[in-house]
T-cell receptor, first 116, second 115 residues
Framework: AQSVTQLGSHVSVSEGALVLLRCNYS??????LFWYVQYPNQGLQLLLK??????LVKGINGFEAEFKKSETSFHLTKPSAHMSDAAEYFC??????????????FGTGTQLKVEL | DVKVTQSSRYLVKRTGEKVFLECVQD?????MFWYRQDPGLGLRLIYF???????EKGDIPEGYSVSREKKERFSLILESASTNQTSMYLC??????????????FGEGSRLTVL
């Protein structure tokens, strides 16, 4: 069984400030972890993924996330927020089986607002 | 680039109508999925398919059915639409290989309103 908890359904930051979106996971096997972004009226786009290689993962648009097994966390960060980062962000987990057909379990999402 | 296309971006239907949501992907993915997205609830899996004519229930299949007659196409069917099925519906696809991480590729969504 697997689950994801995203702390904070809404996060507001000033332009240029640090962005920190929190994600904690629960998984009975070693996980794969993902962050997706959704801009208004669009589908989800992959930001970055952890697949058991480096624990610090860099993604698109300057975002990165660090896998911390001891804390069961995969928090998303960006050093300096931009207005274009305003969107909804979803953390997701899947079990690291081989054999294909893995299913993702999503968190409830965090809406990021960037203010001038 | 992978492209997942959902046939209708916005639909308005009446209670009791039969509704078809169509999804096509162009990357020869084996797996296809239908999710429902509601505020505060995130994405919930309705149905998925690992192969043509194969389907499995997700977490919230009640009131829905699916069809996969061709590898590239996965349809979601609401046999008798109800107001509580007003939502955003997202189609996704993925590869099915021994190294599959479960990464999904999404369409742009179909926003359904049932009156």
């Amino acid at each position: 069984a697997q689950s994801v908890t995203q702390l904070g359904s809404h996060v507001s930051v000033s332009e240029g400030a640090l962005v920190l979106l929190r994600c904690n996971y629960s998984s009975s096997v070693p996980p794969y972890l993902f962050w997706y972004v959704q801009y208004p009226n669009q589908g989800l786009q992959l930001l970055l993924k952890y697949t058991s290689a480096a624990t610090l993962v860099k993604g698109i648009n300057g975002f990165e996330a660090e896998f911390k097994k001891s804390e069961t966390s995969f928090h998303l960060t960006k050093p300096s927020a931009h207005m274009s980062d305003a969107a909804e962000y979803f953390c997701a987990v899947s079990p690291s089986f081989t054999g294909g057909g893995n299913k993702l379990t999503f968190g409830t999402g965090t809406q990021l607002k960037v203010e001038l | 680039d992978v492209k997942v296309t959902q046939s209708s971006r916005y639909l308005v239907k009446r209670t009791g109508e039969k509704v078809f949501l169509e999804c096509v992907q162009d990357m020869d993915h084996e797996n296809m999925f239908w999710y429902r997205q509601d505020p505060g609830l995130g994405l919930r899996l309705i149905y998925f398919s690992y192969d043509v004519k194969m389907k499995e229930k997700g977490d919230i299949p009640e009131g829905y059915s699916v069809s996969r007659e061709k590898k590239e196409r996965f349809s979601l069917i609401l046999e008798s639409a109800s107001t509580n099925q007003t939502s955003m519906y997202l189609c996704a696809s993925s590869f099915s290989t021994t190294s599959n991480t479960g990464e999904l590729f999404f369409g742009e969504g179909s926003r359904l309103t049932v009156l």
